[in-house]
Every structure is written in C-alpha cells, then in structure tokens.
Antibody, heavy 122, light 104 residues
Framework: QVQLVESGGGVVQPGGSLRLSCAAS????????MHWVRQAPGKGLEWVAF????????YYADSVKGRFTISRDNSKNTLYLQMNSLRAEDTAVYYC???????????????WGQGTLVTVSS | EIVLTQSPGTLSLSPGERATLSCRAS???????LAWYQQKPGQAPRLLIY???SRATGIPDRFSGSGSGTDFTLTISRLEPEDFAVYYC?????FGPGTKVDIK
C-alpha cells in the first residue's frame, strides 16, 4: 500500500535551517506530484508547496516563498523540503502528501504521511 | 485570493444523528477542485470527498458531498462513534478553518 514517511524534524533556532525528507513507497513515485502541508500546534492546515511529478514546476505559499525549497529525487523515491531563515511562526507538524492526479495536478492530498514536528525556538 | 469559511465552528451531536457541515467560498470556485478531509486527534488528515461529491477510496457511503459555486456541504447521514473529528474543506492551496464534530 502507499506509504509516506517524513523525517528530519526537530528544534532549530530562529534564522536557522532544516531539511525535511519524505520517503515514498507502494506507488510509482516518479509519476505523481507531491505536496507539503503544515499544521501549527492546535491550528488548522496550511498548504506549503507542490512539485510536479518530474520536478519541472514548483509552487509555494506566499508565507514561505523565497525561504523554502521543495525538491525530489525520483531515483530515491524521496521528497524534500529545504527550510531556511526559519521563524517562530514556522513551528508546525509538516506533512507530505501525494497528489493523486499523476500528470494532471488535482491539488487533492491523498494519502498523507504521519508528519514530522519542526519547532523554531531559541 | 479565495477564502473558505466553514460553519459551524463546532457541531455537538449524538451518535446516529445527521451532521451537516458548510463550506462557503469568498468567490465562485470550480467544484472539480473542492475536497473535504477528516482529522482525528494525533492523526494525519484523511481525504473523504474530492470533486465536491466523489467519495475517496474506502470512505463509507454515510459521507456525502454536494454543492457548487460558493456553497458546499458535507453530510454525514448517521454519525458513528469514529466520525467525531475535525473536518476541513479545501480548494487548491486554501483550507477552511475546520468544523469540529463532537459528542453531545
């Protein structure tokens, strides 16, 4: 079955950097776009970034544009999120999620990984 | 930028009752891209409905979605104990704030 496993979360100081990974299995990773979605503690969901199946296009929420970079390695079935210039408001659980549309982007998220917690604090 | 508003914020109901959750968009949106998610405490969200009215794989038929334009509805025909959770609507990169369905 489809499985997404995030890693790389932790505690980082404001202004610091962190790279998240999402290991995918159970499907042809190179055929699907992928998203990052985050959820601050006790808050709602916020879409963060999207990358097309072949990495040709990337899109970001305004709140992270210029600071975060989404990328993928289809040979390793892995999605990444490089987070720089981190701020307290970036504190959240970060989920990776598969876009079920394949070549056609649906902007639905199915399924989701279990999430990894990023805490930005001094 | 489209804003999604969900109502009510909290819905207190008993098992077996019908739940009706509303999602309103600040401008007309394509039904094709309207989705609903369920999230239980400590768990990742789960896709329930996509394209405004299509159930995702494995979702029981007590869950149904409807609507078009700016007004969309998620209906749970008879609440089961496992349905008490938070529900989010979503369109493209925007989520609504969520409706919590709790036990009365």
């Amino acid at each position: 079955q489809v499985q997404l496993v995030e890693s790389g979360g932790g505690v980082v100081q404001p202004g610091g950097s962190l790279r998240l990974s999402c290991a995918a299995s159970g499907f042809t990773f190179s055929s699907y776009g992928m998203h990052w979605v985050r959820q601050a503690p006790g808050k709602g969901l916020e879409w963060v970034a999207f990358i097309r199946y072949d990495g040709s296009n990337k899109y970001y929420a305004d709140s992270v544009k210029g600071r975060f970079t989404i990328s993928r390695d289809n040979s390793k079935n892995t999605l990444y999120l490089q987070m720089n210039s981190l701020r307290a408001e970036d504190t959240a659980v970060y989920y990776c999620a598969k876009d079920p549309g394949g070549v056609v982007t649906t902007y639905w998220f199915d399924p989701w990984g279990q999430g990894t917690l990023v805490t930005v604090s001094s | 930028e489209i804003v999604l508003t969900q109502s009510p914020g909290t819905l207190s109901l008993s098992p077996g009752e019908r739940a009706t959750l509303s999602c309103r968009a600040s401008q007309s949106v394509s039904s094709s891209y309207l989705a609903w998610y369920q999230q239980k405490p400590g768990q990742a969200p789960r896709l329930l409905i996509y394209g405004a009215s299509s159930r995702a794989t494995g979702i029981p038929d007590r869950f149904s979605g409807s609507g078009s334009g700016t007004d969309f509805t998620l209906t749970i025909s008879r609440l089961e104990p496992e349905d008490f959770a938070v529900y989010y609507c979503q369109q493209y990169g925007t989520f609504g704030p969520g409706t919590k369905v709790d036990i009365k």
